[in-house]
C-alpha cells in the first residue's frame, strides 16, 4: 500500500534561513505527490504536485519540492523563510484504488519561525 | 466567493446527541470527500462521493452517514455522537475521480463533544 513518512513533527527555523521539510513516500506504482500547507484554524491549501512531469517542482510562496526516484522522497524547500510561513505542512500521495484517486497524507510537520 | 463552504465552523453538543455538518463547493467539480482531523492533526478520509455516487467508504462507523443531495453539496449526519468523534471535520472536492488534481478544502468544522 502506498504511504507517506513525514520526518519531525516539528521543526523551527529562524527568519532567514533555509526550509528544508522531509518527506518519504512507498510507492508500488509512480506515484503523484502533493504538499500541502495548513495555517492555523484554517483548510488545507495546495502548495505544489508532482504528478510524473519536471522532477523540480516550484509552487506558491517561494516553496519547491524535488522528486528523487533513487531515495523515494519528495523533500520540500525554501531557500529564505519568513514569519507568514508558520504552519503546518502536510506532504500526501495518491493513486488508483479502483476507479478513484486516493489522497493520503503524512502525520504532518509544524514548522516555526523564529525572528 | 468561497470555493468550498463548510457550516458551521464550531459545533458544540453533548454525548448521545445527532447532529449534521453542511458542505457546499461552487467549482463545478464532480468528486467531493469528507476527512477526520484527529487532536494530533492526523488527516484520514472517511468518504468520497461522485456526481451523487458514493465511491470511498473508509472503516467509519455507521453512526456517520454522508448524503450527497446533488454533486455540489456533501453533508455529513453523525448519530448518538461520542466523545471520540471529537475532531475537525475537512470537507473537499476534486475535479473527478480519476484525474489526479488537486483537492479543494473548506475551512473546517470543529467538532466538541462533550
Known amino acids: 500500500a502506498q504511504s507517506v513518512t513525514q520526518l519531525g513533527s516539528h521543526v523551527s527555523v529562524s527568519e532567514g534561513a533555509l526550509v528544508l521539510l522531509r518527506c518519504n513516500y512507498s510507492s508500488s506504482v509512480p506515484p503523484y505527490l502533493f504538499w500541502y500547507v495548513q495555517y492555523p484554524n484554517q483548510g488545507l491549501q495546495l502548495l505544489l504536485k508532482y504528478t510524473s512531469a519536471a522532477t523540480l517542482v516550484k509552487g506558491i510562496n517561494g516553496f519547491e519540492a524535488e522528486f528523487k526516484k533513487s531515495e523515494t522522497s519528495f523533500h520540500l524547500t525554501k531557500p529564505s523563510a519568513h514569519m507568514s510561513d508558520a504552519a503546518e505542512y502536510f506532504c500526501a500521495v495518491s493513486w488508483l484504488v479502483g476507479a478513484t484517486n486516493k489522497l493520503i497524507f503524512g502525520t504532518g510537520t509544524l514548522l516555526a519561525v523564529q525572528p | 466567493d468561497t470555493a468550498v463552504s463548510q457550516t458551521p465552523k464550531y459545533l458544540v453538543t453533548q454525548m448521545g446527541n445527532d447532529k449534521s455538518i453542511k458542505c457546499e463547493q461552487n467549482l463545478g467539480h464532480d468528486t467531493m470527500y469528507w476527512y477526520k482531523q484527529d487532536s494530533k492533526k492526523f488527516l484520514k478520509i472517511m468518504f468520497s462521493y461522485n456526481n451523487k455516487e458514493l465511491i470511498i467508504n473508509e472503516t467509519v462507523p455507521n453512526r456517520f452517514s454522508p448524503k450527497s443531495p446533488d454533486k455540489a453539496h456533501l453533508n455529513l449526519h453523525i448519530n448518538s455522537l461520542e466523545l471520540g468523534d471529537s475532531a475537525v471535520y475537512f470537507c473537499?472536492?476534486?475535479?473527478?475521480?480519476?484525474?489526479?488534481?488537486?483537492?479543494?478544502f473548506g475551512p473546517g468544522t470543529r467538532l466538541t463533544v462533550t
Open positions: 473537499a472536492s476534486s475535479q473527478d475521480r480519476v484525474s489526479v488534481s488537486e483537492q479543494y
